[in-house]
């Protein structure tokens, strides 16, 4: 998965208090952890501070150039170092986004301390409203986010019973389909023995048929050569041999029933196992309706992503609203300052027009420093995070993603 805010995999980002830079080499999830990570290969003086190759509990997601120079970053903490430029400043990777195109123009323009101070205090209100259409927007798409786990746990609760279905039937299928293999290897067996028996039972009926019609001509041969005494014995003797006759014909059309019903069962159970295979490939085709959940999951990661993006600007606009406090801040001090040296400092609607304060475009100017503030400087361990002494930022333990560096 590759975020559409990152760039390429192999390029180089800026890492904070550093002049280094890191690799991209690996965007997605981590065995063991929730959320989206970033593989980093850390370069130059970094390396010493990687934890791993590059893998985790035994399952590799990049290499790297130098041993243990790997280190997993939450995707949100790398979004915010692109989105600030590096921490620092002196990296090949500071920007300037912040800067209009004409700062000194503007400079020069809020040079006066009520200038300054008026056009803080607007810029501190449109900066007010902006946070909080935003934070407005983060909450909408923080509700949609709900709904959509909401759907996705029960699509997965859908998709384990119909999961659950397809195995008990796949299971219930295999025990016929093996039942029904050893039934019809028997079955076959039998009919194989049940035809040669047929085929000898008529044999032997048809020479028996042969035998008595012999006996019977012979008997009825004597008969008529015979004196009258001697018919009444052979009359009985032809009547004996009909009879035999009669109930080897009965044996033998039972026994051709009783085969053909154990053949039509054979033929059912042929059947069933058709209307089974029938049926487990209905449930497959009902199956596929749960690549709809795969998709649902992949549209929740990007609205993941988009809240994330959402969350890191409205922290970039809080620091500037902080900054601009600051600034106002100053401002008065400096404006009790001149006005304790005997200075009147007149309001800002006798000596100023909208026209200063606004842009050619209509818009609120932004007040540039003439020289660009890094809360760093002259100090050898200090944390931007929380503005405190004695840690660096990626090391700041007040910073919940730097428990997930891993």
């Known amino acids: 998965m590759q975020s559409s805010v990152l760039p ?4 180089p980002l800026p890492f904070p208090n550093s002049s280094d830079v890191a690799i991209l080499k690996y965007v997605g999830s981590v065995s063991g952890h929730d959320g989206v990570f970033c593989g980093l290969e850390l370069c130059g003086a970094l390396a010493a501070r990687g934890k791993n190759n590059g893998s985790v509990n035994g399952m590799a997601y990049f290499q790297v150039d130098t041993p243990n120079s790997g280190l997993f970053v939450p995707l949100r903490k790398v979004i915010g170092w692109l989105s600030s430029g590096n921490v620092n400043g002196n990296g090949p990777f500071s920007s300037n986004i912040l800067s209009p195109p004409n700062a000194q123009q503007q400079q020069q323009q809020y040079a006066s301390p009520t200038a300054s101070l008026s056009s803080v205090g607007n810029g501190n209100a449109a900066a007010g409203d902006n946070s909080n259409e935003l934070r407005r927007h983060i909450n909408v798409l923080e509700k949609r986010l709900v709904q959509r786990e909401n759907d996705l746990r029960e699509l997965d609760v859908q998709l384990d019973e119909l999961d659950a279905t397809l195995r008990t039937n796949d ?4 025990r016929k389909e093996e039942r029904f293999n050893r039934y019809r290897n028997d079955k076959e067996d039998e009919i194989k023995l049940l035809v040669g028996t047929v085929e000898a039972l008529e044999k032997k009926v048809g020479d028996a048929e042969e035998i008595y019609a012999a006996k019977i001509r012979q008997l009825e041969q004597q ?3 015979s004196p009258d005494s001697k018919t009444a014995v052979l009359e009985e003797k032809i009547k004996a041999l009909e009879k035999e006759l009669s109930v080897q014909k009965d044996m033998h059309a039972s026994f051709k029933v009783s085969k053909t019903m154990e053949i039509n069962e054979l033929r059912k159970a042929e059947m069933e ?6 049926e487990l ?6 199956s ?4 709809e959940t795969e998709n649902l999951k992949r549209q929740n990661e990007q609205l993941v992503q988009e809240l994330e993006s959402m969350r890191m600007d409205m922290e970039l606009r809080d620091t500037k609203i902080k900054s601009l406090e600051e600034l106002l801040k100053s401002t008065q001090q400096e404006n009790d300052a001149l006005r304790n040296h005997g200075y009147d400092i007149p309001s800002s609607a006798t000596t100023m027009s ?3 304060l606004l842009d050619e475009n209509g818009g609120l100017k932004v007040f540039v420093p003439e020289e660009k503030i890094d809360p760093s400087a002259g100090r050898e361990d200090f944390c931007s995070f929380c503005d405190r002494e004695g840690h660096s930022t990626d090391d700041c333990p007040y910073e919940k993603d730097n428990i997930e560096l891993f």
């Open 273 to 278: 196992a058709y209307k089974l295979n029938e």
């Open 288 to 291: 596929v309706d749960a690549v």
């Open 8 to 11: 390429p995999l192999g390029s």
């Open 171 to 174: 299971a219930r299928l295999a």
């Open 354 to 356: 909208n026209k200063n």
């Open 281 to 286: 490939k209905r449930l497959r085709e009902e």
């Open 223 to 225: 008969r008529s050569g």
